[in-house]
């Protein structure tokens, strides 16, 4: 089935900017759409934003919408997170994953901490 390695997390300001990488392995990304996941402590995991097998169409949550932006490298079988404007609320572990029933197991995921 494969892996998932998530990278790039860390702490920020509020009003700061992360960048997430996303890297398949076992398995090619590029005939597969993609999709970035947050899950804060006490909440469910939630669907962020997910970007079609091309990149010819891309999704994004309400809350994330303006903010983030997803987008791939399928030549390095990688799908990337670039977050801006970040809010304390945006505080979670972030994953990715292929949505839907063609899912793998999920990764350890990356920490994202936006605080003052």
């Known amino acids: 089935q494969g892996q998932l390695v998530e990278s790039g997390g860390g702490l920020v300001q509020p009003g700061g900017s992360l960048r997430l990488s996303c890297t398949a392995s076992?398995?090619?990304?590029?005939?597969?759409?993609v999709a970035w996941y947050r899950q804060a402590p006490g909440k469910q995991r939630e669907m962020v934003a997910s970007i079609t097998t091309g990149g010819e169409r891309v999704y994004y949550a309400d809350l994330v919408k303006g903010r983030f932006t997803i987008s791939r490298d399928n030549a390095k079988n990688t799908v990337y997170l670039q977050m801006t404007s970040l809010f304390p609320e945006d505080t979670a572990v972030y994953y990715c994953n292929v949505p839907g029933p063609g899912a793998r197991s999920w990764g350890h995921g990356t920490q994202v901490t936006v605080s003052s």
């Open positions: 076992g398995f090619v990304f590029g005939i597969l759409p």
